[in-house]
């Protein structure tokens, strides 16, 4: 099974799967080109392997891998309304690149541990998500806040 991470830059895509895949999470900021992990999991009682792609902000130069891709999660970061305009015309791109019957994705809304500092309430997550026909997930991959239900959701999805 594979599974991209698609978002504008800064919006914390590799925290939130070095979260999932190591249980770490790092304050240093670094771009990522692309990165690739692996994990084991169980599932409805089958073992599964999963590739996780976390490419860079230019979908469209990561064709290939997209287009073998089984699930996507799409994130923006709850700080910064611009993340959120960019993540609505990535899945644009997203679709341009696959057929709409073959998507499977998800919304989520990452830095929510920074209340001060939000700009995108859930409420346009979750009219992100209704507008694709999926679900939004308000994350925190600093506070481990729901990242497993992220990937959850999409493996369901997937299998």
Same mark, same amino acid.
């Given at each position: 099974? @594979?599974?991209?991470?698609? $978002?504008? /830059? ?6 939130? !799967? ?21 994990? +084991? ?5 089958? /073992?599964? *392997? ?5 490419? $860079? ?5 990561? @064709? +290939? ?5 089984? $699930?996507?999660?799409? !994130?923006?970061?709850?700080? *910064? *309304? ?19 019957? /073959? ?9 929510? +541990? ?18 694709? $026909? ?7 991959? @600093? ?5 497993? +239900? ?6 369901? @999805?997937?299998?």
């Amino acid at each position: 099974m @594979k599974i991209a991470m698609i $978002g504008p /830059n800064n919006v914390g895509k590799s925290a939130i !799967v070095v979260r999932y895949v190591m249980h770490l999470y790092f304050d240093k900021y670094d771009p990522t080109i692309e990165d690739a992990y692996r994990v +084991d999991i169980r599932m409805n009682n089958t /073992n599964h *392997s999963v590739n996780i792609f976390d490419i $860079g902000a230019d979908i469209m130069k990561y @064709k +290939d891998i997209i287009e073998q891709c089984d $699930g996507f999660i799409c !994130v923006y970061s709850a700080t *910064s *309304s611009d993340s959120y305009r960019q993540l609505d015309e990535m899945i644009h791109q997203l679709y341009a690149i696959k057929s709409r019957d /073959n998507i499977k994705l998800v919304i989520v809304g990452n830095k929510n +541990d920074l209340y001060s500092e939000i700009m995108v309430n859930n409420m346009y997550g979750y009219t992100l998500a209704q507008k694709y $026909g999926t679900a939004y997930i308000a994350v925190s991959a @600093k506070m481990n806040s729901n990242i497993d +239900d992220v990937y959850n959701h999409i493996l369901k @999805k997937c299998v």
